[in-house]
């Protein structure tokens, strides 16, 4: 079955710095990935997404890239805030986000300090 | 907005009572609700699919005779965990969709004791 490999938080940082949160996927054909954001006290919220081989989703400052080669969907951002600091979940569906369920990783814990 | 809230936030009860999840979008309809477990630690995992009007559709392995779900109106969707028992104590989340994106609720704390 689908499955999502995240890299184990929690990942600690400074301000400003340079953010990869790795993500490697195992799926049949060409499912659509995404990444979610869950900040302290609050629900899931889409951060990216992209459905295609070298799409690019990108917002607020965060960008993935889809790697059908290497199966991945790292999460970059070139300068962090505190404000980042939250859970970041990977996952994937194959129908577009919309009618299947997702399939997600464990999630990553970002700590960001000033 | 996408709007998605859940209630009760946190709920305690006995062993072998039943306890029921309210899901509702807020400001939008969805014919398609998600509900998620989450235990410590690890992933999100789909427990099933609730279409309205319809059965829902669970997934390999959650037992639908337990985990009764209704989604009797185009903004509510709700989740029974029947006779619950301390294994059943976990984290709820549930999402509805909208186009083609999910929105999650806040999630439900379930502890049995």
């Not at chain 1, 951060?47 to 993935?64: H, Y």
Request: overall charge neutral.
């Amino acid at each position: 079955g689908d499955s999502v490999t995240q890299m184990e938080g929690p990942v600690t940082l400074s301000e400003e710095a340079f953010l990869t949160i790795n993500c490697t996927y195992t799926a049949t054909g060409y499912p659509s990935l995404f990444w979610y954001v869950q900040y302290p006290g609050e629900g899931l919220q889409l951060l990216l997404k992209a459905t295609k081989a070298d799409d690019k989703g990108s917002n607020k400052g965060f960008e993935a890239t889809y790697r059908k080669e290497t199966t991945s969907f790292h999460l970059e951002k070139g300068s962090v805030q505190v404000s980042d600091s939250a859970v970041y979940f990977c996952a994937l569906t194959h129908s577009g986000g919309g009618a299947d369920g997702l399939t997600f990783g464990k999630g990553t814990h970002l700590i960001i300090q000033p | 907005g996408a709007v998605v809230s859940q209630h009760p936030s946190r709920v305690i009860c006995k062993s072998g009572t039943s306890v029921k999840i309210e899901c509702r979008s807020l400001d939008f309809q969805a014919t398609t609700m998600f509900w998620y477990r989450q235990f410590p630690k690890q992933s999100l995992m789909l427990m099933a699919t609730s279409n309205e009007g319809s059965k829902a559709t669970y997934e390999q392995g959650v037992e639908k005779d337990k985990f009764l779900i209704n989604h009797a109106s185009l903004t509510l969707s709700t989740l029974t965990v029947t006779s619950a028992h301390p294994e059943d104590s976990s984290f709820y989340i549930c999402s509805a969709r909208k186009g083609e994106t999910q929105y999650f609720g806040p999630g439900t704390r379930l502890l049995v004791l």
